[in-house]
């Protein structure tokens, strides 16, 4: 079993960047595939992108591609999201999630969660 915690979020103007860090505790990090979803008020969580815990290999959401990236530091237990471009559309709670089987874009497939950061986007 994995503890996830998320820090790093805050309030940001339009086209700022922000990175949330995701520290895991428990065993086998590496062996977990990690990811990033969010929330935002009245609607359903979203997933915003995946991390493979084999080779590191990335997916990313439409919506954040090109703008977002997900990276892991097995030695520090820790996801990251860098967020760049930020956008008023991107306000939402963020949520940290990890996984040893095969997930997908649906929350109901990701076995562990964090108690998730805020994040607003200023226009």
């Known amino acids: 079993q994995v503890q996830l915690v998320e820090s790093g979020g805050g309030l940001v103007q339009a086209g700022g960047s922000l990175r949330l860090s995701c520290a895991a505790s428990g065993r086998a990090f590496s062996s977990y595939t990690m990811g990033w979803f969010r929330q935002a008020p009245g609607k359903a969580r979203e997933f915003v992108a995946r991390?493979?815990?084999?080779?590191?290999?990335?997916v990313y959401a439409d919506s954040v591609k090109g703008r977002f990236t997900i990276s892991r530091d097995n030695a520090k237990n820790t996801v990251y999201l860098q967020m760049n471009s930020l956008k008023p559309e991107d306000t939402a709670i963020y949520y940290c999630t990890g996984d040893l089987g095969v997930v997908d874009v649906h929350t109901s497939s990701w076995d562990y969660w964090g108690q998730g950061t805020q994040v607003t986007v200023s226009s």
């Open positions: 991390i493979s815990r084999s080779d590191s290999s990335t």
